[in-house]
């Protein structure tokens, strides 16, 4: 017998026969003898469609009340598994995230948990019910709502293996697994076996969006064992683990994030100092700074580009134009029309030539290439946005096939 932690997202809770299909999975763990913490998201598009509506009333709406209607999906979610959980005979209860013991800052829409106090959750479990928590959400020193950011379901069930000491924990989701790529998007994407944390990681910010990042650096931090796995499809899933128990692929997936804006300052006078004043102003600004390129100077001045989130565009945007174009900046402009491809894996730091073979799958889809970045165990590139599906498959064909 053993506490085992099972996360459900949204896809996987979004209609009544799906909810049994979760609670029948639930109660055979619990049958089995097992102590069963049970963590759910909003049932399907819900997160969205609550956006839509905060929206639809005030655009600038405060985040502790975008955080106060967000939460609600999930708390329909744990009340109806509850209820399913009842009908096939088992005892369950459902919490809230801060009846579950989770404290988080007070960063409204983007918190990160402090720590999660099990007491409730342990309590219930001795009494032998099954326990359903919803994701996503906790509470903050003020005794308000906060929710953890998108896809933060995750990390809700990592925190509660993590607080728990919890044998196993089992993150159920509409695909079988962590695959090659984007199984939707490539049809011959392979399902992994086995993936290292540091590749999980970088893969999930890059875009893989089957884990949230924070859920893996969290199980990283906490040595957790995660099984990525299909709520519909009974078999064995991707394990994501430490790195020295496994054999290092060349390259273990390609991913690709739309979300990304670049900008580039046109002309800025070439003097020290300069570069460091432009990105202390966008720090300034709380906005983060991913790829960055610098031009050769000439007639006494240079480019800078640089990449930010697609959200983070405008501001970015704004901030540098008030600022560089009195100083003599020729200009400053956002593109929004472009998306970030990466391929990740352990095994390149003791290749040569990863990256020139991506570069050819590149040139071979005549797609062109305007910005490079790359790390230890990745590379990525910025392309026209409109190219990226391509992108990704030529690529994933180069590596795979
Ligand atoms: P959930 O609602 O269960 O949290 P998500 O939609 O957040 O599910 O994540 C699962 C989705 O992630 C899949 O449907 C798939 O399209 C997408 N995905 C992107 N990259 C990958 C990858 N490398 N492996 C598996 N799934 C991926
Ligand atoms: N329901 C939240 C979202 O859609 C959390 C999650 O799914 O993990 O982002
Ligand atoms: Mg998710």
């Known amino acids: 017998m053993g506490l085992i932690v099972q996360k459900f997202g949204g896809s996987s809770v979004a209609n009544a026969e799906r909810v049994f299909n979760v609670a029948r999975i639930v109660t055979d763990t619990y049958k089995q003898g097992n102590n069963v913490v049970v963590v759910v998201s909003a049932q399907g598009d819900t997160t969205d469609d609550l956006i839509d509506k905060a929206n639809e009333i005030n655009p600038n709406a405060s985040k502790r009340e975008r955080d106060m209607l967000l939460a609600s999906g999930e708390q329909i979610s744990i009340a109806l598994l509850a209820m399913a959980i009842e009908k096939l005979g088992y005892p369950v209860v459902s919490l809230l995230g801060w009846q579950a013991g989770f404290q988080t800052s007070s960063a409204y829409t983007s918190a990160r948990i402090k720590?999660?106090?099990?007491?409730?959750?342990?309590?219930e479990l001795d009494k032998k019910n099954i326990v359903v928590v919803a994701g996503f959400q906790g509470?903050?020193?003020?005794?308000?709502?906060?929710?953890?950011?998108?896809?933060?379901?995750?990390?809700s069930a990592v925190a509660i293996a993590a607080a728990m000491h919890a044998d196993?924990?089992?993150?159920?989701?509409?695909?079988?697994?962590?695959?090659t790529a984007d199984p939707r998007k490539v049809p011959n994407a392979r399902k992994?076996?086995?993936?290292?944390?540091?590749?999980?990681?970088?893969?999930?910010?890059?875009?893989?969006?089957v884990l949230n990042n924070r859920s893996v650096e969290m199980a990283k931090k906490y040595n957790i064992e995660l099984e990525v796995l299909s709520s519909l499809e009974k078999e064995p899933g991707t394990i994501v683990k430490e790195a020295a128990k496994m054999e290092k692929m060349l390259i273990s997936g390609v991913a690709k994030d739309k979300d990304v804006a670049?900008?580039?300052i046109i002309g800025l006078p070439d003097r020290p100092g300069l570069a460091f004043k432009v990105f202390s102003k966008v720090s300034a600004a709380n906005i983060n700074v991913d790829i960055i390129l610098q031009s050769i100077g000439r007639d006494g001045t240079k480019d800078i580009a640089f990449t930010v989130a697609q959200e983070k565009a405008e501001e970015t945007e704004k901030i540098l134009k008030d600022y560089l174009l009195p100083l003599g900046a020729k200009e400053v402009k956002a593109d929004t029309g472009v998306a970030k491809v990466s391929i990740v894996g352990a095994g390149m730091e003791s290749h040569a030539g990863v990256a020139t073979k991506m570069f050819e799958a590149l040139m071979d889809a005549q797609i062109n290439i305007k910005m490079i970045s790359t790390s230890e165990i990745k590379v990525s590139v910025l392309i026209d946005e409109a190219d990226a599906d391509n992108a990704v498959k030529a690529i994933h064909e180069k590596f795979f096939d």
């Open 168 to 179: 196993l924990c089992q993150i159920y989701t509409d695909v079988k697994g962590v695959y």
């Open 192 to 209: 992994l076996e086995t993936i290292s944390y540091d590749e999980m990681l970088e893969l999930a910010t890059l875009g893989a969006q």
């Open 115 to 123: 720590r999660v106090v099990p007491d409730r959750i342990q309590k």
């Open 139 to 155: 509470i903050n020193k003020y005794d308000d709502l906060t929710t953890l950011g998108r896809g933060g379901s995750d990390t």
């Open 262 to 264: 670049r900008v580039s």
